[in-house]
């Protein structure tokens, strides 16, 4: 059972370019977050996402950043305009959303780079 | 606000030197209270989620406890293969984000 899954690994922006990143969520999944986590500093939410519905973006920023999970497809993450302090890994994690197991699961990340 | 301080930031052991992290956690409505292991370049990976005050769970060499205002993570015996950076978060009933603690890294000599 494959478990969750981001692409790329790694990316790298020139300042004032667009970051894509990706994340596809476990086999029967239908929850997804995505987290930052800057260096020397913790894990930090940022969005909560179900099929085609955002849930909870109260941790992302209102200029530049959005978030989607379509009906077919994984969640994107949309950086618009990067700038240097975005530079961090990224982190996306999902759950089954149903019942009381609500338990996260995290992909390996991706780290971006803005020069 | 949601808060979660872990401590001791760094912790070095002798291989089978046993010890404990602790997570100290301010929550409004706890759901639950979870456990993961980072290795460096990779995400975290889920060890234990906790519920309810008085709740234990073990694995291999792991064992994690709960109290109302904090959650040690016991490790017996450890070794080489245990050096990680350990990670702890709380989640409320209200939502299910995760509010994540700076985390504990370990490092075990041989």
């Known amino acids: 059972n494959a478990g969750v899954m981001q692409n790329p690994r790694h990316l790298v922006r020139r300042r004032g370019q667009e970051a894509r990143l990706r994340c596809s969520p476990m086999?029967?999944?239908?929850?997804v977050y995505w987290y930052r986590q800057l260096p020397e500093e913790g894990l930090k939410f940022m969005v909560y996402l179900q099929k085609e519905n955002i849930i909870d973006e109260s941790g992302m920023p209102k200029e530049r950043f959005s978030a989607e999970f379509p009906k077919e497809g994984p969640s994107i993450l949309r950086i618009q305009q990067v700038v240097r302090g975005d530079s961090a890994a990224y982190f996306c994690?999902?759950?089954?959303?149903?019942?009381?197991?609500?338990?996260?699961?995290f992909g390996p990340g991706t780290r971006l780079l803005v020069l | 606000e949601d808060q979660v301080t872990q401590s001791p930031e760094a912790l070095r052991l002798q291989e089978g030197e046993s010890s404990s992290l602790n997570c100290s956690y301010t929550v409004s409505g706890l759901r639950g209270l979870f456990w993961y292991r980072q290795d460096p370049g990779k995400g975290p990976e889920f060890l234990f989620t906790?519920?309810?005050a008085g709740e234990e769970k073990e694995k291999e060499r792991l064992k994690a406890t709960l109290t109302k205002k904090e959650s040690f993570l016991h490790i017996t015996a450890p070794k080489p293969e245990d050096s990680a950076t350990y990670l702890c978060a709380v989640q409320r009933r209200s939502n299910y984000k995760l509010t994540f603690g700076k985390g504990t890294l370990l490092t075990v000599n041989p």
């Open positions: 994690a999902s759950s089954p959303g149903v019942g009381r197991e609500e338990t996260q699961y």
């Open positions: 086999k029967g999944h239908s929850h």
């Open positions: 906790l519920y309810s």
